[in-house]
């Protein structure tokens, strides 16, 4: 299991166990994550499932791919962390994630 830590906009902190493979937006959805609302279901064709990757996982979580980078023009106060939780499998090498959540999706 790969853990993974939601921070909300007004510091609640959700620390998550997820599937080796599962998706960040998989996993905050399964666990009621406030704020990621995820209206596409996983397909990168919305922006309802931004995140802002904590700065100390910035290079290893990696940039968005050219699909993700156009959807994240939709997306609530865009940063140059911003990504979409749905384009971020996990697994061993992002245990102990950290991603905060927008006050609000686009």
Not at 72 to 94: V, Y
């Amino acid at each position: 299991m790969t853990e993974i830590t939601f921070v909300t906009h007004d510091g609640a902190r959700y620390a998550l166990s997820a599937a080796p493979g599962a998706t960040a937006m998989e996993t905050a959805v399964k666990n009621s994550v406030p704020g990621i609302d995820a209206e596409c279901g996983g397909a990168c064709a919305c922006a309802t499932c931004h995140v802002y990757v904590d700065e100390a996982w910035v290079e290893k979580v990696g940039p968005p791919e050219a699909m993700e980078e156009d959807m994240l023009d939709f997306a609530f106060e865009m940063k140059p962390t911003s990504r979409l939780s749905c384009q971020i499998k996990l697994g061993p090498a992002l245990d102990g994630l950290v991603l905060h959540v927008p006050e609000r999706q686009a």
